[in-house]
Each structure stands twice: as structure tokens, then as C-alpha cells.
């Protein structure tokens, strides 16, 4: 099992790009997640998808849109990247009920000049 | 609003030491608290927590729940270099299927 995987490792772009980082997980879970952390900041939720079909906001969705492609995937999308959206994402997942952990990917650390 | 505190912000320990983490949380309708590791990379699991006062262990890592007073401890004994990392705290509620997670307590352990 690879468990999930999120490509890519890295990303520098340019104010006003866009790009997808994908993420897919083998554990057939069925909840996934999209975080960003920055520095004295934690993990912050950006978007969730309880379920295929199904995506919601979390705390800080302003400039990302997400696509639950199918169970194993959930892609994250920058349309026009901005400076501030300079951290690094993970992509999480977990079984749902609240007896079950998440298990994260190894991120994305994504660099906006 | 929930919210997920957890103190101090950083520790630095000399080996051998034992050090306490606290975690503390306000939220509406709590199902679990989970504690992680991060050395760099992606957070590692490490406990999760439903019920007051039964103590989880892990070798030299312990964790307690206190559902009465909203507050977690993660405990580590006998500290090595190797627990140098970030600890964050979570919370996971029983509505919807959201994780929020505290800013973490950065360890380091000084040989």
C-alpha cells in the first residue's frame, strides 16, 4: 500500500498561474482533505470531501477549488496563484465515524513569486 | 468558534528529561482527540482519545483525556534526540467529518 501520495513534491509559480496538485490514497477511505501549514499557523483545513460527490469549505477556502474525482482522488486547484498562497499542502484521508485517524500525504511545498 | 490550543509553543529539553504537552479545546460536539508527530515531513499518528481518563501508552509516550475540564497531556519520559519533532494536537467532532488542529508545541531535545 502506498498509502497517499500527492504530487508534486514541489511548485514554484508565478503570481497569476494556475495549477492542480493531485492526490490519491489506496486505503479506500472515504473521506479526503486538503490542508495548508504554515509557519506558526498549524494545519489549516482548506477543503474536505466526507464522501464521492461530495466536497465542502473548511477554514480558509478563498482562491482553491477541489474535485473529488472519484474515491481515490481529490485534486486541489489554484486558479491564479497569489504570494500568499505560498505554504505547503497536504492531502489527508480517513474512513468516516470519529473512531478513525487520518492519514496524511507527504505534501506539497509550493513557492508564489 | 472551535478552536484547539495547545502550550507551550516550543520546549527545549536536555536527554533523559520528561516533558509534558498540553493540549487544550472548545468545540461543539467532540468525538475524539488525536495527537501526531511531524519531524519535517508529514504527520504521523500517534493516539487517539474518546474516553476521560483512560490513559493511552506507547513506550515512553502516554496521552490522557480529560473530557471534564477539555484538556489532553501527552506525555514523553526518558527523551531521546529522535523526539525532537512538531506535536499538534486534533480534535475530531461527531457532526460532519472536520479535524481541527491546534499550532503544535516544536520539541527539541538536546543530547
Known amino acids: 500500500n502506498a498509502g497517499v501520495t500527492q504530487t508534486p513534491k514541489f511548485q514554484v509559480l508565478k503570481t497569476g498561474q494556475s495549477m492542480t496538485l493531485q492526490c490519491a490514497q489506496d486505503?479506500?477511505?472515504?473521506?479526503m482533505y486538503w490542508y495548508r501549514q504554515d509557519p506558526g499557523m498549524g494545519l489549516r483545513l482548506i477543503y474536505y470531501?466526507?464522501?464521492?460527490?461530495?466536497?465542502d469549505k473548511g477554514e480558509v477556502p478563498n482562491g482553491y477549488n477541489v474535485s473529488r474525482l472519484n474515491k481515490r482522488e481529490f485534486s486541489l486547484r489554484l486558479e491564479s496563484a497569489a504570494p500568499s498562497q505560498t505554504s505547503v499542502y497536504f492531502c489527508?484521508?480517513?474512513?468516516?465515524?470519529?473512531?478513525?485517524?487520518?492519514?496524511f500525504g507527504p505534501g506539497t511545498r509550493l513557492t508564489v513569486t | 468558534e472551535d478552536k484547539v490550543v495547545q502550550s507551550p509553543l516550543s520546549l527545549v529539553v536536555h536527554e533523559g528529561d520528561t516533558v509534558t504537552l498540553n493540549c487544550s479545546y472548545e468545540?461543539?460536539?467532540?468525538?475524539?482527540l488525536l495527537w501526531y508527530k511531524q519531524e519535517k515531513k508529514a504527520p504521523t499518528f500517534l493516539f487517539m482519545l474518546?474516553?476521560?481518563?483512560i490513559e493511552k501508552k506507547s513506550g515512553r509516550l502516554s496521552s490522557i483525556l480529560d473530557k471534564k475540564e477539555l484538556f489532553s497531556i501527552l506525555n514523553i519520559t526518558a527523551t531521546q534526540t529522535g523526539d525532537s519533532a512538531v506535536y499538534l494536537c486534533?480534535?475530531?467532532?461527531?457532526?460532519?467529518?472536520?479535524?481541527?488542529f491546534g499550532t503544535g508545541t516544536s520539541l527539541t531535545v538536546i543530547p
Open positions: 474518546t474516553s476521560s481518563g
Open positions: 468545540v461543539t460536539n467532540f468525538r475524539s
Open positions: 489527508a484521508s480517513s474512513e468516516v465515524g470519529g473512531a478513525y485517524e487520518q492519514y
Open positions: 470531501s466526507a464522501s464521492e460527490g461530495t466536497t
Open positions: 486534533a480534535v475530531r467532532l461527531n457532526t460532519g467529518n472536520q479535524f481541527y
Open positions: 486505503m479506500n477511505h472515504n473521506s
